[in-house]
């Protein structure tokens, strides 16, 4: 059913946490709003069905975080796991914002866990939906519902038509028909293109094949490419993004949180050859999980093993697929396919390497390894008590960094620095104004809600009163310096 | 036993789930799964009759159908649920009541209305008729065969909850020495009486549908409270009866009336407006298989307060011995049925929340985040 698409002062493309942030606030702002979702109904919501909580900022506790996280604390994080990757004036401007979004999101629908209800230790920093991300897009989509913004599912934007800096209209395959789409102005929300194994290969080459997509596979980075064709500017890279290590035996697409293996760090981990090839026991599984996605990617094959015994099975979260199990090393190594003599010796050479110590997986203990290459240099514990256990590893992409420059107005610049004249940007598409490289659990639903509000309020006043709005609001800091 | 398709759902259920835990703020059954890692069969008959069907988790997960872990927790729970219920009944042989239940409750009902209805007919003859004008019940049933025959059904009924009950206190892993714990049992009884598991902090659930509503815990409430307090009438009446030695029809302003008449009513409402919440849910979380059960048991109890106001209303008519009788049937058809029907559902709920209670307090304490 396609009713008339004409006559929408602010389009929206793509249903996830931005694009209705944007399609709300554009509302509040007067305008009249049409949203196209690529993805069928119950596919809704690209990443964001698969998040869970956002990080805010907060001087003090809130009815759904503890504590305080300070903006130098938040931007401190964002230094840290970007290493300095980000635009300092863009990414001050959402920590600072970040403190309205929860009672902002509250105002719609979305709910909240209690501050202490987290099963992670980010109950501080981090809000958590209650029910996750899918049951926060419920609440943003009845909401919509009730304030008038027309959506649209199964809508693959394909094309845009920009002339001189001004968006005119989008192409969209609307249940398969090829349909012309105009607006006043527009805001792009439409994610990365993670789920483009084509462009993934063109990025990272071959190994590209080997990648699992986390996330939704509605993600094509259709809308990113074309804008760039069109000569906008891009930031980031395109190897940039969000790429964990997780269980090898996951869905190709849309597997969300259940891949995720937490049992790196209590032992060894071996590529297809038998052979160990990074420091397990380096930092914190939650400050070096997005590291190993990278890792496991350069090994032959793009796999990984990660071995324990039974001294600390059951000392992780649970996984959705059980562990491969033998009494022996030798009869796991032969199960899964690897060659048996290699992994006896690596794990008896790591063995040897083990020190005594005192095992604590909550601090940086003393249980390493001396003299073995690569060291393991926390909870490095003897593997020697069967049953033995291993879990395949393969990297899981979740999303992509490579997408448009915006200004503080979530306003997507021109190749040189100049404006767009009514072109908005949120959420995964520009998160790389903020996030260069690195994550930090929970800041993608924040730039998406931060950028889908500032988006949806300046595409309503650029099409509702196009003199005041480039008038009136003045342009501070632009893009990164560098 | 448990089939192995229902366990290997139940356990798919679990991995996904205690893998997942977002679900964790919305009821007890996901953090209950939280502190296990290991789903037997104990572990999912635990977790299934602790599960208050809300319907919650089944909108808010990216996991459920057309996803393909395609699972679905308020179905299998149910389907699990009903499991249960064939394995912890008493006598063991009446398990298979619960195979097409709303048809065999349903044939039971007119089974006894008409032997009920034949017997009288032999045994009063036209005094079945007669208008009795102080409304005195036992001028057509003596209250010793009255009192004598639910005396025996409802002792019986009684026995067979309360060993299903036992049964299932067992299977779940608990000791008969854990059932007397005061502060346990205080917490179960707040998450019974208030239905907490249903409400989530004042939203209501999804049911019938994906909007937040309350309707199915008001709806229970006053079918709850309904029976509780037609429980009291009756209590109440004996009570009159017995020690009071007040052999007469109780006055329309007495005690057992009031609670009767409210306990009615209540028990009117409330059934009537689960039923409409059954008609508008979503077919996708419901086992049909188990319509029948739900359908009887809404009929009969229903069908027992209609006629019993009826009863109160015409006492002093000549409708009065075949209301009586009438009346009489459907309740003894609800005790004979109890133990084998929907109803058990309360027995083995209110003992999962009392086990979630106490496995709260054997908890350690949580540590307030830095």
């Not at chain 2, 036209?126 to 059904?153: C, E, R, W």
Request: glycine content about 10%; aromatic content about 10%; proline content about 4%.
């Amino acid at each position: 059913m396609i009713n008339d698409l004409s006559g929408f002062d602010v389009l929206v493309v793509g249903g996830g946490n931005a694009g209705l942030a944007a399609a709300l606030s554009a509302r509040e702002g007067g305008a009249k709003v049409l949203l196209l979702e690529s993805a069928p109904q119950w596919f809704r919501a690209g990443n964001s069905r698969h998040t869970r909580d956002l990080r805010c900022m907060h001087d003090a506790p809130t009815p759904v975080m503890s504590g305080a996280y300070t903006e130098d604390e938040f931007y401190k994080d964002v230094l840290s796991v970007t290493q300095g990757k980000t635009n300092e004036h863009l990414a001050r401007m959402t920590i600072r914002a970040s403190t309205e979004c929860t009672a902002w999101m509250g105002s719609y629908g979305v709910r909240f866990q209690k501050a202490l209800g987290g099963t992670l230790q980010l109950g501080r920093t981090n809000a958590f939906f209650l029910g996750g991300g899918k049951a926060m897009m419920n609440a943003y989509y009845d909401a919509a519902e009730r304030v008038g913004i027309h959506v649209v599912y199964n809508a693959e934007v394909v094309a845009l038509s920009v002339t001189d800096g001004a968006f005119q209209s989008v192409t969209a395959l609307i249940e398969g028909k090829s349909t012309t789409v105009s607006a006043k102005a527009v805001v792009v929300a439409s994610g990365g293109f993670e789920s483009n194994l084509e462009w993934l290969k063109e990025a990272w080459g071959p190994m590209a094949e080997n990648f699992l997509i986390r996330g939704t596979p509605y993600n094509k980075g259709k809308v990113l490419k074309c804008l760039l064709d069109l000569g906008l500017e891009s930031i980031s890279d395109a190897k940039e993004g969000h790429m964990v290590a997780i269980d090898g035996r996951s869905p190709k697409f849309d597997g969300g949180i259940v891949t995720r293996l937490d049992c790196v760090s209590l032992g060894i981990v071996v590529n297809n050859k038998g052979e160990r090839f990074y420091d397990e026991g380096e930092d914190f599984w939650p400050k070096r999980y997005a590291i190993w996605g990278r890792l496991v990617a350069e090994q032959p094959d793009q796999v990984g093993y990660s071995f324990i015994d039974s001294k600390t099975m059951g000392k992780f979260m649970p996984t959705l697929f059980p562990p491969h199990r033998a009494n022996t090393i030798g009869e796991l190594a032969q199960a899964l396919k690897l060659p048996v003599g290699q992994v006896e010796a690596t794990i008896k050479a790591y063995n040897d390497a083990v020190q005594p110590g005192t095992f604590n997986h909550e601090t940086l203990d003393d249980c390493k390894t001396t003299g073995l290459k690569p060291a393991k240099s926390h909870w490095a514990l003897k593997i020697d008590k069967p049953p033995y256990y291993a879990y395949p590893l393969r990297p899981g992409l979740t999303f992509t960094y490579l997408g448009l420059m915006v200004n503080d107005r979530a306003m997507a610049l021109m190749k040189g620095g100049d404006r767009t004249k009514n072109i908005f940007a949120a959420g995964e598409i520009m998160a790389g104004n903020i996030l260069g490289m690195g994550y930090a659990a929970g800041i993608g639903v924040t730039i998406g809600t931060v950028f889908g509000r500032i988006a949806g309020r300046e595409a309503a006043m650029q099409a509702l009163h196009p003199t005041s709005a480039s008038v009136v609001v003045p342009e501070v800091a632009l893009h990164a310096a560098s | 036993m448990l089939p192995a398709e229902l366990l290997e759902e139940g356990q798919h259920l679990m991995a996904v789930c205690n893998s997942c835990r977002y679900c964790e703020g919305f009821c007890a059954v996901w953090q209950a799964m939280e502190t296990r890692t290991v789903f037997d069969e104990k572990d999912l008959n635990y977790l299934s009759n602790l599960c208050h069907n809300c319907s919650e988790c089944y909108y808010s997960c990216q996991y459920s159908p057309p996803h393909e872990f395609a699972i679905n927790p308020p179905k299998t729970f149910a389907k699990l649920r009903v499991y249960t219920y064939e394995l912890y009944a008493w006598p063991g042989p009446m398990a298979k009541a619960f195979h097409k239940n709303g048809i065999k409750v349903t044939m039971l009902t007119v089974l006894i209305l008409v032997a009920v209805m034949t017997c009288a007919s032999f045994v009063l003859g036209g005094q079945l008729f007669m208008t009795v004008h102080d409304g005195n019940f036992y001028k057509i049933v003596p209250h010793a065969v009255m009192s004598i025959a639910f005396a025996v059904v409802g002792t019986f009924s009684a026995l067979a909850l309360l060993l299903g009950f036992l049964r299932f206190w067992r299977n779940v892993g608990e000791s008969y020495s854990t059932l007397a714990k005061p502060g346990a049992l205080a917490t179960a009884a707040k998450d019974i009486f208030t239905l907490v598991n249903l409400d989530n902090g004042g939203d209501g659930c999804s049911y019938p549908t994906e909007k937040s509503s309350e309707a199915l815990k008001w709806f229970h409430h006053v079918t709850f409270y309904g029976f509780l307090s037609c429980f009291i009438a009756t209590t109440l009446g004996a009570f009159y009866y017995f020690v009071l030695g007040q052999h007469g029809p109780p006055a329309f302003t007495s005690l057992p009336v009031i609670f009767g008449t409210v306990g009615g009513i209540g028990l009117i409402v409330g059934p009537i407006g689960l039923w409409v919440l059954m008609q508008r849910r979503n077919e996708e979380i419901v086992d049909k298989s188990q319509n029948g059960m739900d359908l009887s048991f809404i009929f009969l109890l229903v069908a027992i307060s209609i006629s019993g106001l009826l009863l109160l209303v015409l006492r002093q008519s000549a409708a009065m011995g075949s209301l009586l009788l009438i009346h009489l049937s459907f309740v003894m058809t609800l005790f004979l049925t109890m133990p084998y029907g929907r109803f058990v559902h309360g027995i083995y709920r209110s003992g999962a929340l009392l086990k979630w209670s106490l496995e709260r307090s054997r908890q350690p304490k949580a540590k307030p985040a830095a």
